[in-house]
C-alpha cells in the first residue's frame, strides 16, 4: 500500500508511522513523500526517526551497527533515516538524555533554518515577480512558497520550544 503525505515535523511523521505499524502496516520504504507499507502484524515493530549528523560515512557501517542492537534501517532519504525494532524485543528510543534529545533537535533545527533561509528567499523573489506581472499562476506559485516557509517556520518554531522545555526538565 503506497500514501503520499508530507511532513516537516518528525515528531508527527513518527507519530503516523507508529499509527499504521498499530494498525498492521509496516513502513517498508519512502521517497519525497512517498510511503510504501505493507502487511505485518499489528503493533509490530517500534518505530524511530533520526537526522544523522552528517552523511558522509559507510551508509553499511551504520546499518551493521544499527543491526547489533536489533535495529533495522527501514528507509532513508538524504540524512532522514527511517529505523525499527521488533517490540518483541524491548522498548525502542534513539535519544534517552536530555542532552541528546537536546542535541537531536538542534540538529533538526538547524537542518529545516537552512531551508527555511532558501525558501524565504524564493518567496520573496516570487513575490516580486508576481506583483509585477500580476498573473494568476505566479500568485499561485506565489502561496504555495508561503506556505511552505510558513510550515517551515512553525516547525523550527516547534523544535526551538521543544528545546527550551527540556532545558528546564534538566
Known amino acids: 500500500m503506497k500514501k503520499v503525505r508530507f511532513y516537516l515535523d518528525k515528531d508527527e511523521e513518527q507519530v503516523w508511522i507508529q499509527e499504521m505499524a498499530n494498525k498492521g502496516w509496516a513502513l517498508k520504504s519512502f521517497c519525497l513523500g512517498v510511503y510504501t507499507f505493507e502487511p505485518c502484524e499489528a503493533g509490530e515493530y517500534i518505530y524511530q526517526i533520526d537526522l544523522l549528523d552528517n552523511w558522509n560515512g559507510d551508509k553499511r557501517n551504520f546499518a551493521d551497527f544499527m543491526s547489533e542492537m536489533d535495529v533495522e534501517v527501514v528507509s532513508q532519504w538524504y540524512r532522514w ?67 511552505l516557509v510558513l510550515g517551515l517556520l512553525r516547525v523550527v518554531w516547534k523544535c526551538q520550544w521543544k528545546i527550551k522545555q527540556l532545558k528546564q526538565e534538566g
Not at 525502542?92 to 533538526?108: A, G, H, L, N, P
Not at 537542518?111 to 508576481?130: D, H, P, S, Y
Open 81 to 147: 533515516v527511517f529505523l525499527r525494532k521488533r517490540a518483541e524485543n524491548g522498548p525502542f528510543e534513539m535519544y534517552t538524555d536530555i542532552e541528546s534529545k537536546i542535541e537531536q533537535y538542534k540538529r533538526i533545527k538547524g537542518f529545516l533554518t537552512a531551508g527555511l533561509v532558501i525558501e524565504l528567499i524564493c518567496f520573496l523573489q516570487e513575490l516580486n515577480v508576481a506583483i509585477k506581472l500580476r498573473e494568476f499562476e505566479i500568485w499561485a506559485a506565489t502561496a504555495l512558497i508561503g506556505m
